[in-house]
């Protein structure tokens, strides 16, 4: 009995002696932590006073520094997007990211800081935060018309890659405040890099992507999408026995109206027994219809027609007005485990969405003495304005939607559009305030080009070139003005290592190829007498093929028609009642000024939807000499015939 009364004490006493030490451990947390805080020797700190530092400290930790810099540094495979929260008359490109290797140390360096463009003044701005993403990239990020960008994913490596990481964290930048928040989600696409984001309504679509594990590479054909009212991922699953599109990388993924439309990519397979690994070049096209319940969402593939660009990697499509415009990209012959042998583009495509056709574009020659505009009647801009709104409101009166308590909203929307729009045809051929040297040709051939547009301009940054086994970086930055495509403005262009590259390559081959040339140069001469005819024969059919194919179908003959040389403003004022009866029947429900904006909208879709055809029947005018007759006549006054 006295032996189980001593064991209770005994365990009694070790467990107030375990408490002690418990109790002292967490005083001495407590001193540990109101060290930090800056007051150790106030035991009993102000509550008010420990918030106060909490909330300094996460304002140092959310700080944004805000410097102005020359340009952004070199570096390759960063995130560009448009700013959709820019003002209407602010242009604004958003970089982030990206990675540069030093050829002289062979040792790479990634960035996560975050830059601005504005092309109006050549203004370039560099944000810097503690609260930003990790270094990386080949991260893929889209914006969204709310004013925020989603990023996700992305690589990183040791200085000299000996190590290789990708990231499956996600985070949303506002665009206006240049703020990033990280997305905490349990759910989400793993870790990726080579894929791509788009939007549709209120949802960012990711797709595919490889990861890297070392011994081999693995890709990705899985769907997500981000809801942006919830800030949460989905994986969208199809039912079995769908079809669906290889897995794949480097891909190409533009917006619509119903979904996103994929197109080419890139993925590896396996070429023999021992795991070698051969690349796989992609170039089909596939459209995602998007529904609002997700179990509804289903890939349909699209068949090839007509025209298509050669086959190629490294190119990747940005979105402009219901189409994607497409620039260079690389085709590898021969892809062994010890050589390679490949092909650069620099050409220029579209493809439009509605008649899944692509074209090709091409940089037309500047003509400053052409007179590139309808001559008009004598009527002044507002003028014609107020006409037009007499007349559209006469129209909505008639079929009793004129709705007096609108606001403005629309109204000045429309307005804004219009008067940019005769600012941009104001300014034709005059050089602006910052002079930049204006290209007559396409870039340097080049994949991995980083593309957007930001309103109707074309942006092509940097982007890799190979010889040999060695990368060169183009370090450039240029625009291309889609609505004219007369010529490429050039930021900046840095070719000296690409061209010595080219010399000595040349130099090289030469020497090799000098007595292969020789011995062979008499044969050959036999030989090309008699094929020179058919050689001949063939590409004048090839050339009138490619004739036929550039002329650009009309997906809706039933819609008014733009004139040769006729600006979007003077368009709108010639056919406004047209669309506006078009917007009627088309949205029973809208009213007043809100059938004004949906007659503009379309009016403006048809514009852009014709516009390639017109440029190639503008040239031929143009050929002819006759743009300077080309006028509109004012019928509003009556004129004596003599």
Known sequence: MAKKKKDKEAKKARAEQKMKKSQAKAESKDKKRAKKLGDEDDEDMDIEEVLANFKKEQEQFEKISVESVERLTKRVNPCMIANPSASSNKKELLFFGGEYTNPSTSTTTFYNDLYTFTPDNNQWKRFTSQNSPMPRSSAAMAAHSSGIALLHGGEFSSPKQNTFYHYSDSWVLDCNTKEWSKIDSKVGPSARSGHRITVWKNFFILHGGFRDLGTSTTYLGDCWLFDITTYKWKQVEFPPNHPLPDARSGHSLIPTADGAILWGGYCKIKANKKGYQKGKILSDCWYLKMKSDISGIR?????????????????????????????????????????????????????????????????????????????????????????????????????????????????????????????????????????HTILTQLPHPRFNATTAVVDDSLFIYGGIWEQGDKDFMVDSLYSIDLNKIDGVTMYWEDMKDINKAKELGIQDSDEEDDDEDDDEEDDDDEEEGDDDDDEEEEEEEEEEEIEEELEYPDPRPWLPHPKAFESLRDFYVREGPAFLEWAISNNRDARGKHLKKHSFDLCQDRWWERRDQLRIEEDKL???????GVVERDTSKSSKRR
């Open 299 to 435: 890939w349909e593939r699209r068949k090839k027609q007509g025209f298509q660009p050669s086959a190629r990697v490294g190119c990747s499509m940005a979105y402009h007005k219901n189409r994607g415009i497409l620039f260079g990209g690389v085709y590898d012959y021969e892809e062994t485990e010890e050589s390679l042998e490949s092909e650069f583009f620099n050409d220029l495509f579209s493809y439009q969405v509605e008649s899944n056709r692509w074209y090709s574009l091409s940089i037309k020659s500047r003509k400053h003495n052409a007179n590139n505009a309808v001559k008009k009647s004598g009527k002044t801009s507002k003028e014609q304005e107020k006409e037009l709104k007499d007349l559209l409101d006469s129209i909505l009166q008639k079929a009793n939607l004129l709705d007096k308590t609108d606001d403005d909203e629309d109204e000045e929307e429309i307005s804004n559009a219009l008067a940019k729009a005769d600012i941009e045809d104001e300014e034709g051929d005059e050089e602006s305030a910052i002079e």
């Open 622 to 628: 143009e050929e002819l000499g006759a743009v300077g």
